[in-house]
């Protein structure tokens, strides 16, 4: 994943508001960031496709690749 969209990621995993779904804190945080629709979806897709992969939910999916990208970048 992109190092802007991983931390897009990242501020959206962390800044959640009560009952919003990952995809919609995503979506606030994109906007903000001034990304477009695509990075928004090529971040979910990622996300999406890993969770799919892995028999995990976005958000369980979201956190073990935020811990992967936090190791990544030390």
């Known amino acids: 994943m992109e190092e802007e969209h991983l931390k897009a990621l990242r501020e ?11 995809e919609e804190a995503v979506g606030r945080v ?14 979910m897709s990622e996300v999406r496709e890993r969770a799919r992969d892995d028999g ?3 958000d369980e999916t979201a956190q073990a690749i935020l ?6 970048s030390e």
Request: aromatic share 8%; glycine share 8%.
């Open 12 to 22: 959206a995993f962390e800044s959640r508001r009560r009952k919003e779904s990952l």
């Open 30 to 43: 994109a906007r903000k960031r001034g990304l477009d629709f695509s990075a928004y979806v090529r971040i």
């Open 56 to 58: 995990k939910t976005v």
């Open 67 to 72: 811990g992967k990208g936090s190791k990544d």
